[in-house]
């Protein structure tokens, strides 16, 4: 019988990937609120990731698009990055439905505090540097572009953070640039990963297309304000969820409730 969740999923999901999109278009970081939010409305490990992805790939969208519009996007360097995006999480994807959930809540216990930890502290981009050749540029941009696509597909908080600072302190690309062609990699991303997660019956439909509309709302929101003094705020938010999933989590496997 295929699993539907109850209206509290929805009243839990929706506002945390609110809050989600409009941190991710502040700060980054979003998705250490959003795929958090699923699981703390109980749906099951692979059924939040893969729903995790419809409702995040609505967002990026929208990112995608705003940045396209505003000339930062470099096509020539996104599309091979975006092909080796796919690829990988594609296989990223695959991999972590091969792993049983039991295994995947200990993971949980160990990767989202060191991702919350890179993510969360204070980011600086590479110091200015001379461009690399175009080649090489679009070759690290790939390899970039496939590892961190994979791992996207098996887990995916904190992506478009780790594409951008590595654009700009491996491949050398501009910036702005690194930030736009980030989104659109990390929308292929999320577009391979939902596919393969759609295919094995992994996504909740309903509860993906509510939360990825509250996520483009946020996502717009936060993207029309300036906030020079929100990031403070935005941490607490984001640890503040991320210890209320850890203590679930943590009870649920030590209870031997997997």
Do not use: Q
């Amino acid at each position: 019988m295929e699993y539907m969740p109850g209206p509290s999923a929805f009243f839990i999901v929706c506002p945390l990937v609110f809050l989600a999109g409009f941190i991710d278009s502040i700060a980054g970081g979003g998705g250490l609120i959003s795929l958090p939010a699923y699981i703390l409305a109980g749906i099951p490990l692979h059924l939040a990731l893969g729903t995790n992805k419809l409702s995040s790939t609505l967002g990026a969208a929208t990112a995608s698009f705003r940045y396209y519009r505003g000339g930062f996007v470099d096509i020539a360097l996104c599309v091979p990055s975006i092909a080796a995006a796919l690829i990988g999480s594609a296989l990223g994807s695959s991999l972590t439905l091969l792993v049983d959930e039991s295994y995947l809540r200990r993971l949980l216990l160990v990767v989202l505090p060191l991702t919350a930890f890179y993510v969360l502290r204070k980011k600086e981009l590479a110091p200015k540097a001379p461009p690399l050749p175009r080649l090489r540029t679009l070759v690290l941009a790939a390899v970039i572009s496939f590892v961190i696509g994979g791992y996207d597909g098996f887990f995916g908080p904190g992506t478009g953070v780790f594409l951008i600072l590595l654009y700009t302190g491996l491949a050398r690309v501009e910036p702005r640039t690194a930030s736009g062609n980030a989104k659109l990699v990390n929308l292929a991303s999320n577009l391979g990963a939902f596919a393969l997660f759609l295919y094995h019956g992994k996504a909740i439909i309903p509860l993906g297309l509510a939360a990825g509309a509250f996520s483009i709302a946020g996502s717009c929101l936060g993207s029309g304000l300036v906030i020079r003094k929100g990031s403070g705020v935005i941490r607490v938010f984001i640890l503040a969820v991320l210890a209320v999933l850890l203590v679930k989590t943590a009870y649920t496997v030590f209870s031997g409730n997997i």
